[in-house]
């Protein structure tokens, strides 16, 4: 079936930066650079405009960490022993992520430090957003939240087992952003219901401890009523 095959497919491409995740101490300070920048941007309140700078920014220099990843593996495959060609593939490889982050680094400081500087001069402020943007946020630092705790503990699949359990915490948090976002008691305990079912099926095939499951569901329901409270 395609959907299987696309499963699959994504299945792989998660592991794939889990595993970049677990094994490049880099690519986690990337992941954990990734939300703090993307939950600022939120507080302070930029433009439609400047978040998709910012992110796009974000997204380039993920994916180019994780390129170099690859290369030095398929560099290691190739030339297990010291080379002075494969020195340089290294080097070069890591020289665009130094571009991109530090890119990177001056597009932020473009867009952000006019934010930064109201902030010292007119004090602490969380600027407001509509329940739509709270959800895509809270499932955006849910989703990195799982990557980085995955592979703090070095268990599991991204999919399939370790701690916390990624599809309790993402069915979770849509309930919760559900929940704010329409208002409706019937629509909310249909997405409990079913978010209680996900988690249900990850422990009935053996996927997730119970624990894992409960973890997750605390996590994502958690992290996303605290932005929902913080910017509603």
């Known amino acids: 079936m395609p959907?299987?095959?696309?499963l699959r497919s994504a299945n792989f491409a998660i592991e794939g930066i889990l595993h970049g995740a677990r094994t490049q101490r880099h690519l986690r300070y990337h992941f954990f650079s990734a939300a703090v920048v993307l939950l600022f941007s939120y507080i302070v309140g930029v433009t439609r405009d400047e978040f998709i700078m910012v992110s796009f920014a974000v997204i380039i220099v993920l994916a180019s960490e994780m390129l170099n990843s690859a290369i030095e593996a398929v560099v290691d495959i190739l030339s297990p022993e010291y080379a002075e060609k494969a020195r340089i593939?290294?080097?070069?490889?890591?020289?665009?992520v130094f571009i991109t982050a530090f890119g990177a680094a001056v597009l932020g400081y473009i867009v952000l430090f006019p934010y930064l500087k109201a902030l010292f001069r007119e004090g602490f402020y969380v600027a407001r957003h509509?329940?739509?943007?709270t959800s895509l946020i809270?499932?955006?630092l849910v989703l990195i939240l799982v990557i980085?705790?995955?592979a703090r503990f070095g268990k599991g699949h991204p999919l399939s087992g370790g701690m916390p359990s990624g599809h309790s915490a993402l069915a979770f948090s849509v309930w919760?952003?559900?929940t704010y976002t329409t208002g409706n008691f019937i629509a909310s305990l249909l997405c409990f219901v079913l978010a209680v079912l996900i988690a249900q099926s990850r422990m009935s095939v053996h996927i997730h401890t119970r624990w894992e499951v409960i973890a997750g569901a605390l996590m994502g329901s958690s992290l996303t009523f605290l932005l929902f409270r913080l910017f509603s």
């Not at 959907?3 to 696309?6: D, K």
């Not at 593939?89 to 665009?96: P, R």
Request: no cysteine; net charge positive; proline share 0%.
């Open 148 to 150: 980085i705790l995955k």
């Open 89 to 96: 593939a290294k080097d070069i490889a890591a020289g665009a």
């Open 130 to 133: 509509t329940r739509e943007e």
């Open 138 to 140: 809270a499932f955006i």
């Open 176 to 178: 919760v952003s559900v």
């Open 3 to 6: 959907f299987r095959q696309w």
